[in-house]
């Protein structure tokens, strides 16, 4: 079994909280490709109402993560908006285990690369410097030294440094 890394609620807050801007960030990629489909939408609101209220049940909190991912699994044909969906039932997770933040900026990145393919190399530095600058100074490197963009060929690649604690 996998020992999470345990972060103080302060510190868990404040990554649910970059997590839900993150997601939130990439969330017109999915909407616009699926505008009647909200549970997306729904998983980053599930996010904010956890770090406001600082409690949750694990019910609604896995249903709402649930939702997104399957959102994403509905949406194969466009690779942007899955990762779209999937930054947002990453980005709720986070009130369960703090990781999922990184996840949610993970996904983010991918749905940046898949919008634009031609661009990606740019436009993903971009979103990566903007996901930094609003990580908490505490937090940024441990955070940001884990999240992997690599260029392979023409393509971009990006990917979780997993490890203790994670």
């Known amino acids: 079994m996998t020992k999470y890394k345990r972060y103080s609620k302060e510190d868990q ?8 801007d993150c997601a939130e960030r990439v969330l017109p990629i999915f909407e616009n490709a699926y505008p009647n489909d909200e ?7 599930a996010c904010r109402t956890w770090v406001r209220m600082g409690v ?10 649930l939702a997104a991912h399957a ?3 509905d949406a194969k044909e466009n690779e942007a908006a899955c990762f779209a969906a999937r930054a947002a ?16 900026a993970l996904y983010a990145l991918k749905a940046i690369a898949a ?9 993903v530095e ?3 410097n903007w996901q930094s600058q609003h990580l908490p100074e505490n937090l940024r490197q441990e955070v940001m030294e884990r999240i992997i963009v690599q260029k392979k060929g023409k393509r971009i690649v990006i990917n979780l440094r997993k490890g203790e604690g994670f």
């Open 13 to 20: 807050r404040a990554l649910a909280t970059w997590a839900a």
């Open 39 to 45: 549970r997306p939408r729904k998983a980053i609101e």
């Open 56 to 65: 949750f049940k694990m019910a609604e909190i896995r249903a709402a993560s």
């Open 71 to 73: 959102a994403a699994r």
């Open 89 to 104: 039932g990453q980005a709720v997770g986070t009130a369960h285990v703090a990781q999922h933040a990184y996840g949610a």
């Open 115 to 123: 919008c634009d393919p031609v661009n990606a190399e740019d436009r």
């Open 126 to 128: 971009e979103e990566r």
